[in-house]
Antibody, heavy 118, light 111 residues
C-alpha cells in the first residue's frame, strides 16, 4: 500500500523559507505514470494546489505561487521536497504531499501543520 | 485560474439523497472530463471518492456517484449515513501547466 509522509519544521519565521520533504513508501517515485505534488489548506479554509513534479524533474507550479516555490525530487531516496520562500502569515496551513495522475489526486499524506510566526 | 464554486453547506436526513454542485468554466470542468471529488473528515487528509467525473476507486460505496453537465459537476450521496458527514471538495484538471483547481468545499451535515 502506498504511503506518503511529510516531514519538516512546524514553525517558520516570517520572510524565511519553508522546507518540507515527502517520503514515499510502498511504491517507486520513478514510476512513469504519476506526478508528485504539494497541496495546502489554511486553517478553516479550502484546498490550494501548490505544484507538482515528475520523476524526471519536470515541474509545474501554481501561477499564484510560482515566484516563491521550488519542488525537487530525489529518486535515490524516494523523496520529493517543497521550498516556499519569503513566507508570511498567509502561508500558515496544513501542507499535504500527494501522488497524482493527470486526472486526479489518488493518494494523500496525512499532512503537516506549518505555522509562520516570529 | 479561479477556484471552482461549491455551496458552503448541504444537509439531509439518514437514508435520503443529497447532491452537491461544483461550477467551473469552459477552461476546466467544461472542457475536461477530469473532475474529482474528495471527502475530508475533521483532522484527516482528504480521501478520493470520485474521479474522471463518475468513476469510483476501489472501496468507495456505490452510494456515491458523480455527473457533469456543461461547466457544472455534481456529487450525489444516496442513502445518507451518519459517517457521510464531512467536508467535500471538487477538483478539475485545468490544462495549462498541468494545473489542478479545487472548489471551496461543502460541509455536508446528516441531520
Amino acid at each position: 500500500q502506498l504511503q506518503l509522509q511529510e516531514s519538516g519544521p512546524g514553525l517558520v519565521k516570517p520572510s524565511e523559507t519553508l522546507s518540507l520533504t515527502c517520503t514515499v513508501s510502498g511504491g517507486s517515485i520513478s514510476s512513469t505514470s504519476y506526478y508528485w505534488g504539494w497541496i495546502r489548506q489554511p486553517p478553516g479554509k479550502g484546498l490550494e494546489w501548490i505544484g507538482s513534479i515528475y520523476y524526471t524533474g519536470s515541474t509545474y507550479y501554481n501561477p499564484s505561487l510560482k515566484s516563491r516555490v521550488t519542488i525537487s525530487v530525489d529518486t535515490s531516496k524516494n523523496q520529493f521536497s517543497l521550498k516556499l520562500s519569503s513566507v508570511t502569515a498567509a502561508d500558515t496551513a496544513i501542507y499535504y504531499c500527494a501522488r497524482r495522475t493527470v486526472t486526479t489526486v489518488e493518494y494523500w499524506g496525512q499532512g503537516t501543520r506549518v505555522t509562520v510566526s516570529s | 485560474q479561479s477556484a471552482l464554486t461549491q455551496p458552503p453547506s448541504a444537509s439531509g436526513s439518514p437514508g435520503q439523497s443529497v447532491t452537491i454542485s461544483c461550477t467551473g468554466t469552459s477552461s476546466d470542468i467544461g472542457i475536461y472530463d477530469y473532475v474529482s471529488w474528495y471527502q475530508q473528515h475533521p483532522g484527516k487528509a482528504p480521501k478520493l471518492m470520485i474521479y474522471e467525473v463518475n468513476k469510483r476507486p476501489s472501496g468507495v460505496p456505490d452510494r456515491f456517484s458523480g455527473s457533469k453537465s456543461g461547466n457544472t459537476a455534481s456529487l450525489t450521496v444516496s442513502g445518507l449515513q451518519a459517517e457521510d458527514e464531512a467536508d467535500y471538495y471538487c477538483s478539475s484538471y485545468a490544462g495549462s501547466n498541468n494545473f489542478v483547481v479545487f472548489g471551496g468545499g461543502t460541509k455536508l451535515t446528516v441531520l
